[in-house]
T-cell receptor
């Protein structure tokens, strides 16, 4: 069975600083990996996804993530945080066969002036 | 373009009352459909998914049920709500089978059971 671990339920950064949100996965087969963002009282929006093409994936709003098979990681980064990046971020892995996603428990990102 | 609707947006119900939440998708055909619940301070829990009309898979045993009476309509129901049913309910759809398909989420329904 696939699983996802997001280290740090809360992360705080200063505006303009690097954003790093950690995600490690467990999968017995090559995974499909996703990052979603959720703003308060809204649904989830796709930031980016890895589907076995390039290991460095670029997404919306300046975010990117790198798939590292040796580390079973898919960390999300952004060079310079903006106040509008404050939200909850979810990493997910696809289990295949019906396209089910297994989500991590989420990381709440706070951006401070 | 595809859109997904959920209603109601907010619902306050007494314990023991019935529930019906509706989700509809426009602009696509034969989608996979999903119901998730997000409890306060917790991640997303997959409740049900459907790959076609009348085909429902339950992920977690509970007092909720789901139905798919039409290709692009997915309904979440309960005969008697429990306090523990409170949460944020999200519907999602995808079209690509085999694991690579992105899931697209609706705006959600906030349910408070008192």
């Amino acid at each position: 069975a696939q699983s996802v671990t997001q280290l740090g339920s809360h992360v705080s950064v200063s505006e303009g600083a690097l954003v790093l949100l950690r995600c490690n996965y467990s999968s017995s087969v090559p995974p499909y990996l996703f990052w979603y963002v959720q703003y308060p009282n809204q649904g989830l929006q796709l930031l980016l996804k890895y589907t076995s093409a390039a290991t460095l994936v670029k997404g919306i709003n300046g975010f990117e993530a790198e798939f590292k098979k040796s580390e079973t990681s898919f960390h999300l980064t952004k060079p310079s945080a903006h106040m509008s990046d404050a939200a909850e971020y979810f990493c997910a892995v696809s289990t295949g066969g019906g396209n089910k996603l297994t989500f991590g428990t989420g990381t709440q990102l706070k951006v401070e002036l | 373009s595809q859109t997904i609707h959920q209603w109601p947006a907010t619902l306050v119900q007494p314990v023991g009352s019935p529930l019906s939440l509706e989700c509809t998708v426009e602009g696509t055909s034969n989608p996979n459909l999903y119901w998730y619940r997000q409890a306060a301070g917790r991640g997303l829990q997959l409740l049900f998914y459907s790959v076609g009309i009348g085909q429902i898979s339950s992920e977690v045993p509970q007092n909720l049920s789901a139905s798919r009476p039409q290709d692009r309509q997915f309904i979440l129901s309960s005969k008697k709500l429990l306090l523990s049913d409170s949460g944020f309910y999200l519907c999602a759809w995808s079209v690509l089978r085999g694991g690579a398909g992105t899931q697209y989420f609706g705006p959600g329904t906030r349910l408070l059971v008192l």
